[in-house]
């Protein structure tokens, strides 16, 4: 096993784990209940699947899933989801957090020279870490939770870039599919932060259930390999059906067609719609991202409109030349078979020697 693959494997689930931890000790502060400390088990999870994929993956990714960044999920979002529900009573100011901020500062300096008087380098890093510690409880809870959400979405692009890759995803592609995760990690935290600050949402628990449900699911693509990478198909005879080749062709676009159409834009805008339709809710930044949703979806049924018509019309024209439809790609165990066969031909040419074909004619003379 490379020793960059496996520090790039453990560091990253090191990561999640520390964060997901961090989610877990702001649930206990707010709840102040020992209680939800158990939700900190959910890390066995990720630390059995580092296991497992160390002893029959050498550390490298899986095929279309990546299971780190599932149970990563699993590990923060139930601490999302508690801190969510708890921020809809708790309201803080400014003014209050500030000054004791302030407090903090003034603690830290009296004990930095303190210390130095006094005592030695030990307690002064002991003396700083506590009042470090105490610093960031005063600060507010929405800014901690928003600060979770963050971190959450910018962890989960990061990690994926640093997860050691598999053989069937080439670094082009992992190149594509981060900066499409940037872009939904940024539509995610604004529909997440934007809907949830509303006063009127607040105030309707069923709501704000709702809301997280929807943000949840639209968590659910990043586990996914599909928006770059091709299913690739068999030339057998049910393969080269009309759907099935749709499909082989266009396998990735027609995934982030569905994505958008299913699991993000869409379901977002079915949100915002009942935000102000039903319950009567507008303001100008939810007016926009409706109208932002509502252009989305509509490109994307257009864009599947101009695939289904391209590959309708290539159909047709080569059904009347008389040639047979086959699937452009092909799947990664065809494409390595025939990559080997190649080789064997080649070592076989190189072995023949010249001696060989000079002794063959005499030989059968």
Known sequence: MELMVLLNALVTRLLFVLHSLI??????????????WLLALLNL????????????????????????????????VPSLWLLEIHHGTQYCGNEPGAVQVNVSNQDFNQSRDSSHGSEGTDHHIIQTAKVFVNQLSTICETVWTLALHQTFLLLLVVGRWLLPIGVEITRDQLSQLLLMFVGTAADILEFASETLDIEDVRKNYALINAILAVWTWSMLQFPLDLAVQHIGCKSSAPARRIPSLLLCRYSAELWNIGVSLFIQDGPFFIVRSILMGHFRIFNQMLVFFTAKNILVVTLQLYRLAVITLDFRATVLQKSRKGEVCCCPCEPYEARAHATGHQENKMKEFVTFTPEEEFQAPSQDH
């Open 45 to 76: 999870l990720l630390c059995l699947e580092a296991g497992l994929t160390l002893k029959f993956k050498q550390g490298r990714g899986y095929k279309w899933f990546s299971p780190a960044i599932f149970l990563y999920l699993i590990c923060i």
């Open 23 to 36: 989610g877990v000790w702001r649930v206990t502060a707010v709840k102040k209940e020992p209680k939800y």
